[in-house]
């Protein structure tokens, strides 16, 4: 149980072009998603909290409007990467918070964007 | 200083061997314990989920937290090259509220 899907797991795209990274809870629903960028040999860096329904809360230094974040649904969220740029590249990964009060998350298994 | 210090390594430790990973924290708020592993290119797997103080044990891992030291631990025994990845500490308040991570520490487990 507690199953987290990424898709794309990689994309290389062109600067200026926009990507959209899905994440799907596939056994249970979340109602909080969680999104993080992670750089080579470094720890995982929360970008956003989304609660679905409810617009997305960034973390201080993260443009909102360069990191468009959707939950639409109880098991799935989007982080659409607007008007991409090479320092845009990196690893993006998406958990989930479990159910039952529990607070652990689970993670997608990450996608790896390159902007060229 | 960072709320949670954790040594990034790397370690190296032969196989079968007992591997201890730590790390500190200094908010006295969290109440959630974590550790996850982590291989290269891979997202995080969750390996433990503690509470309160004291031991948890699954398989061959162990997981210790003291509240009062406000440090926790992973113990790993026999491990194998298997195990070889990146470990993270992570914790919080409860609540929903938003993880903290160490920096990973990176193990090698050689033949």
């Known amino acids: 149980g507690a199953v987290v899907s990424q898709h794309p797991s990689w994309v290389i795209c062109k600067s200026g072009t926009s990507v959209k990274i899905e994440c799907r809870s596939l056994d249970f629903q979340a109602t909080t998603m969680f999104w993080y960028r992670q750089f080579p040999k470094q720890s995982l860096m929360l970008m956003a909290t989304s609660n679905e329904g409810s617009k997305a809360t960034y973390e201080q230094g993260v443009e909102k409007d360069k990191f468009l974040i959707n939950h639409a649904s109880l098991t799935l969220s989007t982080l659409t990467v607007t008007s991409a740029h090479p320092e845009d590249s990196s690893f993006y990964i998406c958990s989930a918070r479990g159910t039952g009060g529990r607070d652990e998350q689970f993670f997608g298994p990450g996608t790896r964007l390159t902007v060229l | ?111």
């Not at chain 2, 040594?7 to 908010?27: F, H, K, Q, R």
């Not at chain 2, 996850?36 to 390996?47: C, F, N």
């Open chain 2, 1 to 111: 200083q960072k709320e949670v210090e954790q040594d990034p390594g790397p370690l190296s430790v032969p196989e079968g061997a007992i591997v201890s990973l730590n790390c500190t924290y200094s908010n006295s708020a969290f109440q959630y314990f974590m550790w996850y592993r982590q291989y290269s290119r891979k997202g995080p797997e969750l390996l433990m989920y503690t509470y309160s103080s004291g031991n948890k044990e699954d398989g061959r891992f162990t997981a210790q937290v003291d509240k009062s030291s406000k440090y926790i631990s992973l113990f790993i025994r026999d491990s194998q090259p298997s195990d070889s990845a990146t470990y993270l500490c992570a914790m919080n308040q409860g609540g929903g509220n938003k993880l903290t991570f160490g920096t990973g520490t990176q193990l090698k487990v050689e033949l």
